[in-house]
């Protein structure tokens, strides 16, 4: 397999973990409402990122970064939450950095 192919895989299931841990903010005291939608707009690069689009995984690192700063925020700000926090911002930071990754080793493989 190689490193592009593992990029991608990896990709989705960071995709899918974070999905998860934003639903997981549930358990932290957050209305289920909220975190369900913001749930919402991560479906929005999924059918590129599963596809391998370079412009999807271009667009979507910058699409992490209000992921980042809410769960930047929230674990220097919220005491209750840190936990969830703490796993979200390792989940999203893994999630664009693979982002990262894929776009470096694609452009390698083509070019």
């Not at 990709?11 to 358990?27: D, M, N, P």
């Not at 939608?37 to 991560?42: K, N, R, T």
Request: aromatic content about 14%; glycine content about 4%; charged content about 10%.
């Amino acid at each position: 397999m190689s490193i592009e192919t593992t990029a991608r895989a990896l990709t989705i299931w960071l995709w899918a973990a974070l999905a998860l841990s934003l639903l997981g903010w549930i358990s932290a005291g957050y209305p289920w409402p909220i975190c369900v939608l913001a749930v919402l707009p991560l479906l929005a690069p999924l059918q590129g990122l599963r596809r391998g689009r370079r412009n999807t995984y271009a667009w979507a690192t910058l699409f992490a970064v209000p992921y980042l700063a809410f769960a930047l925020t929230e674990l220097l700000v919220n005491p209750a939450a840190r936990w969830v926090a703490s796993m979200s911002l390792l989940i999203v930071f893994a999630w664009f950095c693979t982002m990262i990754l894929f776009l470096r080793v694609s452009r390698a493989h083509r070019g």
